[in-house]
């Protein structure tokens, strides 16, 4: 059974940082693109991050270049998102989920090729 658990969300100041992890089982992660969505109240799922199974592409939406840093440790079944910077309109619930149809990220990413979702971790952003 595949299963995907983000952890490391909480909250977080402006200006600070949050390390997210996505620990996957049941599947071999070296082998899978594997891409982080946020999804704010009221808003739908969006697309942040991408990192290649084929290669050591990475990917980002506009809004968070420069401030997050996707990155994975396939000896650990884990990826990584790392947010710097913090600003107020990340917060949102962070999710992790493998393509199934490509080792190569596309970006933006095909929505429905993305499978095996976490529950979820939640990033709030408070002064």
């Known amino acids: 059974q595949v299963q995907f658990v983000e952890s490391g969300g909480g909250l977080g100041q402006p200006g600070g940082s949050l390390r997210l992890s996505c620990e996957a089982s049941?599947?071999?992660?070296?082998?899978?693109?594997i891409a982080w969505f946020r999804q704010a109240p009221g808003k739908e799922r969006e697309a942040v991050s991408c990192?290649?199974?084929?290669?050591?592409?990475?990917y980002y939406t506009d809004s968070v270049k420069g401030r997050f840093t996707i990155s994975r440790d396939n000896a650990k079944s884990t990826v990584y998102l790392r947010i710097n910077s913090l600003k107020f309109e990340d917060t949102a619930v962070y999710y992790c989920?493998?393509?199934?149809?490509?080792?190569?990220?596309?970006?933006?990413?095909?929505?429905?090729?993305?499978?095996?979702w976490g529950q979820g971790t939640q990033v709030t952003v408070s002064s």
């Open positions: 990192s290649s199974a084929s290669d050591t592409s990475t």
């Open positions: 049941g599947l071999t992660l070296r082998d899978y693109a």
């Open positions: 989920a493998a393509n199934l149809m490509r080792r190569r990220c596309q970006w933006p990413p095909i929505r429905h090729e993305y499978d095996y």
